[in-house]
């Protein structure tokens, strides 16, 4: 079964960073795609972020592009998410999760993602 979980979150002030980890079981890590997604309070859960299973490619939703980074380290099962020039209203849970092998070519539909982390809480304030 695969496990997945998230660290790092925690309360920071308007313009700072943070850097959340993901931690992932399974010996086949390297060949899955993962993608980073938040839910605000009272909003629905939306996509952050992505890597490809090598890390050649990532994706971003263009709320935090230029702003936020998606890394992996395949050799350690981790994949992270560092996130810069924070702002309040990017106040949300932080969930990690596993693409679905040979699922679309898109990498923003949740429906595509198998397996979830529970969560870590980021909390910016003005």
């Known amino acids: 079964q695969v496990q997945l979980v998230e660290s790092g979150g925690g309360l920071v002030q308007a313009g700072g960073s943070l850097s959340l980890s993901c931690d992932a079981s399974?010996?086949?890590?390297?060949?899955?795609?993962m993608g980073w997604f938040r839910q605000a309070p009272g909003k629905e859960r939306e996509f952050a972020a992505a890597?490809?299973?090598?890390?050649?490619?990532?994706y971003y939703a263009d709320s935090v592009k230029g702003r936020f980074t998606i890394s992996r380290d395949n050799a350690k099962n981790m994949v992270y998410l560092r996130m810069n020039s924070l702002k309040p209203e990017d106040t949300a849970v932080y969930y990690c999760?596993?693409?679905?092998?040979?699922?679309?070519?898109?990498?923003?539909?949740?429906?595509?993602?198998?397996?979830w982390g529970q969560g870590t809480q980021v909390t910016v304030s003005s």
């Open positions: 999760a596993r693409k679905i092998r040979y699922s679309s070519n898109t990498y923003y539909r949740q429906d595509d993602y198998e397996f």
């Open positions: 399974g010996r086949t890590f390297s060949t899955y795609a």
């Open positions: 890597i490809t299973s090598r890390g050649s490619s990532t």
